[in-house]
């Protein structure tokens, strides 16, 4: 990406430096409100618009509220992105290697649908020409492509379920990558045909032998 140099990151741009709030929410009722309201305001306007006021007001939260637990907007996005990729984590301790995978791809792919999805879209696209919104895209990136999906791998590998030789971290990308080409290139939702052909790709191409055999 060219260094856009006549972009200045004012204080709300700046990358955030933790996606933890600062304080403790008033209630977990109110803190989730919050997130789904930031999903949603950028989803509707994307980050360049989001404002504060606007996710205080669909939140049913006082403006002070979330200046009290979070330092700016990007703090804020940093957080509603995080809150969501931990759902990426549900249902996928089975011990089922496909099983796994394919309720790993089903989460992934609900993650990019839907509000957030929409959300994640803006986001992507806005960075592009926002240097400071990059960086806290690129930090995100950094960080969950290193979760799930290379902690899944490395499990299974250690069960002898997957072969010796593979990049976790490449597999990550793999599957990440595509459902990521599906919803913001092609802005189409992964369904279950797709989940299913995806699964079977990656896991032909990592699984041992005699676990294929097994199928």
Partial sequence: ?????????????APARTSKPRGRPRSVE????????T????????????????????????????YRHWRNKTDLVAEAIDSQVAKLYLDIDSGDLEKDFRKLIHNLADLFS???????????GESQANRALSEMVLTRWTKHRQGPIVELVQRYRKSGQIREGFDPEQISELIFGRILLQALVFRDDFDER??????????????????????
Avoid: W
């Avoid at 109110?30 to 309201?37: E, F, P, T």
């Avoid at 939140?59 to 979330?66: C, D, L, Q, Y």
């Fill in 1 to 13: 990406m060219q260094p856009l140099n006549t972009i200045e990151a004012s204080e709300s741009l």
């Fill in 30 to 37: 109110a803190h989730q409100r919050v997130i789904r309201a």
């Fill in 39 to 66: 999903l949603a305001t950028c989803a509707r306007v994307g980050f360049a618009d989001l404002t504060i006021e606007a996710v205080a007001r669909d939140a049913a939260v006082g403006k002070s509220t979330i």
């Fill in 114 to 124: 839907g509000s957030s999805g929409k959300a994640f879209a803006r986001i992507v």
């Fill in 194 to 215: 797709s989940i299913g052909d995806l699964c079977e790709i990656v896991l032909h191409g990592i699984a041992v032998s005699d676990y294929l055999a097994r199928r």
